[in-house]
Every structure is written in C-alpha cells, then in structure tokens.
C-alpha cells in the first residue's frame, strides 16, 4: 500500500490578506518540492470531500458552525478573531480541509492506504469547540478522530501535536474524553500561553524553552511520550503535523531541522507499528518559511512512505 495524499484545489483560495504568512503559497511550497524530489508521483493523490455540517458537530457546537457559515462573505474579508480571517473561499477551503481528515481515516481504516497526509489548509489545531483561533477555523484532526470514534468504533485514538504551538483547540475538545490522548511538544512561553499548566493522564503536555533542538525533542517524545503512549496502546495515531519549529521558521524560535522531522516521523511510526497496525493519519498545520516548510515536510512524507 501506498500513502494517501489528500488535497483540494480550494485550499489555494483561502486568503486572510495579500501579506499573511498562512498563505496558499505553502501548499504549492510543498507540492512543487514533492515534484522536485520525484516524491509526488509515487504517492495516492485525491482529492478531499466536504465535511458535512453532522460531521463538524461531532466536534464543534451547532451555533458555532451556524455561525461560520453565516459569517462567510461573498466578497472581501470577514475578521473571525484577531489572527483568523475568511474570504469568500475560506468556508470551502475549510471544510475541504476538515473533509481530508474523514477521508484520510476512511482510507486508513479500510486497509486502502498504509497512511495518509493531508496537505491542506487553513490548519485547525487552534480551533475550539465553539471559537476560531490562530489562522484556524475548524478543528480538522478533531473531525478526523471522531470518525474513527464513531464511524469504526475505535477506543483509544492518540494525536501527536509536533507543531511549535500548542494544540490547544485539540485539547479544548478532548481533554475530558478518556478514549482520545494528545501529546504536545511545544515552544513556551509562546502562543496561545496553553497547555503548560493542564496536563492529565491523557494530556501530555510538554512545554519546551526557546531555542529546543533535536535532542531535545527526542528525550520529549522518549520519555513522556513513549511510556504514556504504551499504556495507552492506540489504535490509531493522528498527527498535526506543524514545521513551524524549524530553525528557519520566522514565527517562532526553536531549532529543529529536516532530519529531527524523520526522528519524529520514525518514532510515530514505530509506535503505530506496535499498538495500531501502522495506522497514522497526518494533517499540515504551521510552517512559514516556505523552503523550510517544503524540506521539511517533504521528508516527513518521505518517512510515511518507507512504512
């Protein structure tokens, strides 16, 4: 089996303004760089579905998806918070986005595809049960776990947030659902100022100084990953794949490079292998220095592929 790469062409439409760092260009970034490395034409590409409104309830309130839609304009841009805008083809490109996450599951459950990454946007992990947040509208590795939950009848669902900001709407979400572990390495103090102080048996939550490298990383995910992470034995692991952590990444200020993302790829993947059949649903989320971004994801996808 081959892994499953999922997008839409709508996910190049949303735009928050012509100079935003979350940009269209970082989709095409990473696609072109796939291309460059004869990466692309040996993985399964599809195209995303649209969420439906059911499935986002799943995870976000009624009200707040009411709200969205009836906040999506037909023209110009409509501020949902200070750092999350939508134009006209934001709504589209969202739910498309959270539609990967549903499809992603579908093809890995089924046996369709060893993996799946989604290679869309806006990301989501910011987003909370009922409120936009940091570029994020909804939640779509939220969406993507609670198919599995519902759809397959899964017990234990595990995401791995290696994004610099901590995945605080994930957590919004699922912080009182036993069935469902997040584990988050994140830079702190730093955006969204969450997650240092609120870790449970399920929310493992590690807060990191600037300047973190590797090494670093890699005691995290060893020694307060791994051990949760066994004794929970997922039956599925999603990732929200941020490479805003990168040394190059202008929005934050750790010190990871390409190979630390094949050391956190071959981790996950090592812990899918022993717990959830190798099932491993990977979703973008940050990542602003568009080479870097590209590298780096590219050799995460790279990683996923050697499955």
């Not at 009624?62 to 304009?73: G, H, K």
């Not at 036993?178 to 240092?196: K, N």
Request: glycine share 6%; proline share 6%; with cysteine.
């Amino acid at each position: 089996m081959t892994t499953a790469f999922i997008t839409h062409p709508d996910t190049l439409l949303h735009i928050m303004d012509g100079n935003h760092p979350e940009s269209p260009a970082r989709i095409t970034a990473i696609k072109n760089y796939l291309i460059k490395q004869d990466v692309y034409n040996h993985l399964a590409i599809y195209e995303s579905p649209v969420a439906t409104d059911a499935q986002l309830a799943k995870v976000h309130s009624t009200d707040y998806i009411a709200r969205i839609r009836a906040l999506s304009p037909k023209a110009g841009l409509v501020r949902l918070d200070p750092d999350t805008a939508m134009g006209p083809m934001s709504l589209s490109a969202t739910l498309h986005a959270s539609g990967a996450a549903i499809l992603a599951t579908d093809m890995v459950m089924q046996g369709k595809a060893a993996n799946a990454f989604c290679c869309t946007r806006p990301p989501g992990h910011h987003a909370g049960r009922a409120n936009s947040a940091g570029f994020c509208i909804f939640n779509h590795i939220a969406v993507g776990v609670a198919h599995a939950l519902t759809q397959y009848k899964v017990k234990r669902v595990a995401i791995i947030d290696f994004d610099v900001h901590h995945g605080d709407g994930t957590e919004d979400i699922f912080k009182y659902n036993p069935q469902v572990m997040l584990c988050s390495t994140f830079q702190h103090p730093f955006y969204p100022h969450r997650g240092f102080d609120s870790r449970t048996k399920t929310m493992i939550n590690v807060p990191l100084a600037a300047n973190a490298d590797g090494k670093t990383y890699q005691q995290a995910f060893s020694h307060k990953f791994l051990p949760a992470l066994n004794q929970f034995k997922p039956e599925i692991i999603y990732v929200s794949a941020g490479f805003d952590a990168h040394v190059d990444d202008p929005l934050a200020g750790m010190n990871l490079i390409d190979q630390d993302y094949i050391w956190m790829t071959e981790f996950i993947k090592q812990v899918a292998k022993q717990h959830a059949q190798g099932r491993i649903v990977s979703l973008l989320e940050g990542g602003y220095h568009l080479p870097a971004l590209a590298k780096a994801a590219s050799a995460h996808i790279t990683s996923l592929m050697l499955a």
